[in-house]
Structure formats: structure tokens, C-alpha cells
């Protein structure tokens, strides 16, 4: 994130340099009073869940044989350490909400074209935005500060300058429900990894948590649609034109393309390079998407929905694979929370999966990390998503909620 | 646009199909109690402002030598007749504001993604999208008219099954004014070509009005930004991808590629068929282009923007080049409205150009098509336009600027 003076990276060597003039987001900021002090890690490409770069490996401080994510990993420990009080990341896959799942701080990935991004990244950018809407958003240790995060920004009415933006007044946890119920979706499993047993815990926690609540709670279940299908197009769409400029920066400066970088490239690598009408294509895909998960999520009925953020406790270094909880909210541009719970993950062996067969190869890959890694003291989050542009009523229901859900 | 039952094309033969339901647009207009009862002609691939297709050509009703204008000629000159109330066209370079204009109606391009576009031309569609917004709108006799429509579409709240439409409530015409008096700019020429006489007249009419005007209005001057720039942009945008699939589709026919049809993909021929990235270019350059703008607009301190609709009056048949005046506002996805004056084309002769050099060969060009042409009895409108996403502030300001625009 351009910062004055500063130097930005994407996570390699060869991209690095200083910048002379705050971005637009960062101005906001500066404007409203902030103090900047420290810019943190983040991974090789800022494209995975380990924030593992030329800066060296950032571990999470409840248990430093685990990843505190990416690509904010920097920044989450750091929060979750109480270094510090507030950080801002981008999102295109999960990479504000996995860091602070996986160090269990708040993190709200807001619907695309809220908040200003313009002069982000160095280099040109990616296509990938033509199909997967990026963003950034807040982290934090609290609810409350991701309001008035919010809040500054759409007070300095940012779309004046950037009519990319949505035109969009912030009323966050102030915004007013309608009459009835909140009406809360719970999906359990997205149909193709089943959450590992801590995260099964939390969601659990959470379910029991609001049916218990008085009558201004509905709880019911929520059916996933097509989620493996999304995120592996997400995936394809990241990265459009294929890899050979990121091996090119990489041999520049003699760093290694490292095994997660390997990962998160290779539906990409394994697809043809699409034109232009094949990258038109995969934004025709995107859009039926939309379209058909406006008819499920009507269908199912609910204000918002309560997931997983990530199918299990923070993965041991190196092991961060399937980011399908987060990305599929990207590729809907729905906005989405992640919220701490009082769950922490237990000594090695004293919580196991419930009955039954694996969903799916990586599912099964999921239970054998499980089984090999020791998550003890892992805290675990829960994501919150609303439709949409819904950004407001999803923090007016997170308000409804939070006494309920252990909210700050 | 599709309606249950009814044949759709794209202005050629090949693409001729019938539908079986309602698009949502046409949806949302029957269940308010729509009659519909005749759809019109169009140009070859919709792309060109003369509609002249396999069903025959469309004349203009105030002088058969001239074009009614396109895509939506055959509505516009229906409306100019008296022989509907009301129609709906899209516009992704002027194909409803260029008809508008020729004929003498109303016309509004909204903001793009405010009205539901979902299954609107047959086919697979087009990246053009991906860098040129493409929106629907209305045409009609009256700026009242307009207003009843764009409210019968935000009531039916479009949006809950549509995710990638804006969530806009429609204000429009009771939008409440900001303090102080409405600053009108007045864009005399793009900068590129010299408004033809009758053009030129018709926007002297509008700024004496205004100036005539109580202190409601401060009447500006707006300065034209790179316009020809942006709309060879545009132009290429169109076919990202070249005109193969166009002329197979003809010659599977035996329908005659169009001179106008060669017009309109001339700069798309000259240009290579873009990559992946190059579409990502595409889209960047715009992104550009919109910020340069903002900061144009705000520099000039104008709350509505007056501008000619066309460069001319209606062109004679196979003339009608240049869109240059609307398409600027589809790359800056802009909302605009044309609007009818008293102001019509005297006969052969009596109207010359003001003194001085043309601006550049395309004006050179349309110098000569006034002086080949007889334009006796074309009415001229003009266009007012504000910011993107200002759509509700564009008809709160037609409304305060009704009185002295002899605005119905």
C-alpha cells in the first residue's frame, strides 16, 4: 500500500521501490489523523496464505509452528500481538480474513468499489480484477473500529475523486434493521472441504449461541452452491495470462518460486492463455455465477450468512492450501467479516472429525493435514457475509448479533 | 430486446431468433402494466447510426432524406410520429441518444448497471462490455415520461436478482437542489468537431436561456477534455477482438456488409486483435481517462454539463459518421439526456459555419456533409449530462432547469 517515502513490494525483490506521494486510500488516512508506523509482511506475489517473503517467514503468535496467513500475515500478528491497533489489507482471495482468522483478529473485506484503490499495487496490475472484484478493508482488534474505519472513508466521499466508486454513505452498525427476526444462514460446510474439528467447534458455538438468542434471531441452515466450481475459476482468473513474467522477476533476483507460489498458480498454468474473448468468457462464467446465487441465496431466505472463513485452524508453515471459504467471496463480491470466537484449537489429538467420508480430495487432504500437525492454541474465527453492496446492513446485523457472537 | 414470443435480432438475418420469455427489463415493464405492441428496426449488428437492416430502412419523419438515426431509429421516428408513447432502446456509443436527437424526442442513458441489462441481445455478447459500459434507457415525448420509467424500475428493486446492478433508489425529477445556484457548463465543440450550424444555434438557444435566467443558474464555460481520444478508444473497444465472426454471419446470409458497418469497425480493423493483457490494457487506459476527468470536472466546477447530442443535424442516408458527442459519455459512463429545442434546420443555404479553420479532418468532413446536404426541417436537441452514478441529481437539475428549456 503506497505510502509516501516508502518503499512497496509485492512480496519479491525485483518489484520493490520507493514511492513518492501517498495512494488515494492512504491520503484519506493521513487526512483523518493517522499515524503510520510500520508496514508488514506479506507473502511472495502477495498471492497466498503464508506471509513467507525476501523479509523473511512471519509466525503466528499463538503457535509458531503455524502460518499466521497471508497475504496480511504481517499485519495480523502484529494485531493479534497488540503491536498494534489497527492495519489495512487487500483482498482478492482471502488475503485481509484468512491472516486474521488464522490470528484471530477482526478483518472485513467490504464489496469491491467502496473503498479506493486506485494506485495500489506496483506494476500494471492483473486482469484478474476484470473477473475476481479486488478490494481492500480493515483489520483490526475490534468490531467497532472497522465502523469508524468505514465511516472516515465515505465521510471524505472518496467517489468525487474515483468515479470507480460506488456512491455509498457508511451507517454500519448504526444501520437500522427491518421489521422481523434477523434471519441468519448457517453453512456448515461449503460441500467440498468439511471445516477441520475446531472450526466444526466454532461454527457450533456460534449456531447454539444464536439459538439461544430471543426472538430477534431466526437461525437456519444454509446450502452451498457450486463452490468448488467458483473458487477453482477464481483461481483460472488470477492469473489470465499465465506465469512466465512472475518466473521472469523471480529469476531477476535469484529468489526461489516458492512451493505455495507453485500452488496457487497451477490451474492457472494447467489452462490455455485465454484472448480476449476468452477472458470475456470467464467474466460471462462469473456473472451466471451472480445470477445464480441471487436465486439460491432468495431461495434459502436469509439476511446473512455464517461460514467458516477457512476450512480449519492456521495450516503449519508451508501447508496453507484451499482458500474456497474466502475466494468464493470474492467471486460474488459479497462482503464479508471475520470475527473471533472463544474457541482455540486443542493439544494434538484430543479432537477428532466426526463420521463419515471425505467430501472430496482436498477435503481429504484437509483431514490428513489435520492428522499430521499439531493446532494447539489456534484460535478460531467465523465470517459473516451479506449480499452485495450490503455493507451497511451486514454491520447492522453484526450489531444485532454481537451479543450473541462475543463481539467487541 | 427480448419479449416472450417475439423475434430478436441484431440487425442481421442470422441472428434472427424467437425468444421464449421475457428479459427482466421487459419483466419488470409488464408486470407494471407495459402494453406492448411493436418493436423497430435497428441497424446491421446495432452498431451504426442509421437503421437500415434486413426489415428495410427507417427514414426520418421531419426529412425523408435523413436518417432517423440508430440503434433506436425506428423507435425514435415512431415517437416523432406520434405513433408510440413511449420506447426503450440501449446505448453503448449513442444508440439512444443519436435517434433521440435526429427525431426530436426525449432520450436518457442512464448510468450503466442501474437498469437490469440480464439477457439482452441474442448472442454471447461482447468484451466491449469490459471496457465500454452498456446500458438501456428510455424514449419518449416528455422529461416526465423518463422519470415515471426510471421509477417504475428502482421500485421493482432490480437489484435483489440482479447483483450486478447498483442499489439506486430513483429521486430523479424531486431530487432536493445543494444550496446556491445550479452551475451549468456549456461544452460548445468536443474539441474535435465544430457543431454544424443548426447545432451550434440550437446550444447559443440553450446558453441565452439560461443566462435569461433568475440567479438559480450560473451558466459556465466547460472546456472539452481529449474527446477524440477517448472515443478512437471507445471505437476500438467495441471489437476487441475483430469482425470475422460479423462477416462470417453476413456471408451465411448473403447480406452486404454495410458502409456504415465498415465505419464503425474501421479502427477495431486497424488495431490488433488484443490478448488477454491488451483487453486488461483496454480497460486500464479508460480507468485513466476516468480519473483525468474527475479531476477535468472538478476543476471546472460545474454541477450539470451542456453539450451538443451530435455534431450535426440528422446526416442524409449512409452519412451518419461520428458519435464522437455520445460515445465520450458511454467511456465515461456518464449519465446523460437529450433533450428537443425549438431549434430546427433552415432550408439549403441560409445557415453557415462561423469563420475560422476546422478543428481537425473529421470536422473538415462534416463541413462538407453540411454543404452536400439539405437539411430543411431537422430538429436539433441538445445534451446535459452529469457525473457518473448523479443520475437522480441530472433530472433533480432538468427539472430546475425545465422553465427556461422549454422542456415538456
Not at 139 to 157: I, K, P, Q, T, Y
Not at 186 to 208: C, H, K, L, Y
Amino acid at each position: 500500500m503506497p505510502l509516501a517515502q516508502h518503499a512497496v513490494d509485492v512480496g519479491t525483490l525485483d518489484s520493490q521501490r520507493v514511492v513518492q506521494g501517498d495512494c488515494p486510500a492512504v491520503a484519506v488516512l493521513r487526512a483523518a489523523g493517522a499515524v503510520f508506523y510500520c508496514k508488514t509482511n506479506q507473502p511472495q506475489f502477495v498471492m497466498h496464505l503464508e506471509s513467507a517473503s525476501f523479509h523473511g517467514r512471519t509466525l503466528n503468535p499463538h503457535n509458531t509452528a503455524l502460518t499466521a496467513g497471508g497475504s496480511s500475515g504481517g499485519e495480523a500478528a502484529l494485531l493479534a500481538m497488540r503491536g498494534s491497533v489497527f492495519g489495512v489489507g487487500s483482498d482478492i482471495g482471502g488475503s485481509i480474513r484468512a491472516p486474521a482468522a488464522f490470528c484471530g483478529v477482526y478483518g472485513f473485506k467490504p464489496t469491491s468499489n467502496v473503498l479506493p484503490r486506485r494506485d495500489g499495487l506496483p506494476g500494471a496490475g492483473s486482469p484478474a480484477e476484470m473477473t475476481v472484484p479486488a478490494t481492500w478493508g480493515p483489520m483490526s482488534r475490534s468490531l467497532r473500529d472497522m465502523d469508524l474505519f468505514m465511516g472516515v472513508f465515505a465521510a471524505a466521499r472518496p467517489w468525487r475523486e474515483d468515479p470507480r466508486l460506488s456512491i455509498a454513505p457508511w451507517t454500519g452498525l448504526t444501520t437500522a434493521a427491518g421489521g422481523g427476526p434477523l434471519k441468519v444462514g448457517f453453512m456448515m460446510t461449503d460441500g467440498a472441504i468439511q471445516p477441520q474439528p475446531p472450526v466444526a467447534r466454532a461454527m457450533e458455538w456460534a449456531r447454539t449461541q444464536l439459538q439461544g438468542a430471543a426472538g430477534g434471531v431466526e437461525v437456519k441452515a444454509f446450502a452451498p452452491l457450486r463452490t468448488q466450481e467458483a473458487t477453482r475459476n477464481a483461481r483460472i482468473a488470477y492469473f489470465p495470462y499465465g506465469v512466465d513474467e512472475m518466473r521472469a522477476s523471480l529469476a531477476a533476483s535469484g529468489e526461489p518460486f516458492q512451493a505455495l507460489s507453485d500452488y496457487s498458480v497451477q490451474d492457472a498454468e494447467a489452462s490455455p492463455t485465454p484472448t480476449a474473448q476468452g477472458l470475456f468468457a470467464l467474466s460471462r462464467t462469473k456473472e451466471q455465477f451472480w445470477y445464480d446465487w441471487a436465486a439460491h441465496w432468495a431461495a434459502q431466505d436469509v439476511d446473512v450468512l455464517v461460514c467458516p472463513a477457512f476450512y480449519g485452524a492456521a495450516p503449519r508453515h508451508e501447508t496453507a492450501f484451499y482458500w474456497n471459504y474466502t475466494a468464493l467471496f470474492n467471486y460474488l463480491d459479497m462482503p464479508a467479516a471475520v470475527l473471533p470466537t472463544p474457541v482455540v484449537a486443542g493439544p494434538k489429538g484430543t479432537e477428532r472429525y466426526a463420521e463419515g467420508e471425505p467430501l472430496s480430495d482436498e477435503c481429504e487432504h484437509a483431514r490428513r493435514l489435520w492428522d499430521e500437525g499439531d493446532f494447539e492454541g489456534a484460535p478460531i474465527c467465523i465470517q459473516v457475509v451479506a449480499p452485495r453492496q450490503r455493507d451497511n446492513e451486514l454491520f447492522g446485523a453484526l450489531e444485532r448479533l454481537s451479543n450473541y457472537l462475543n463481539v467487541e
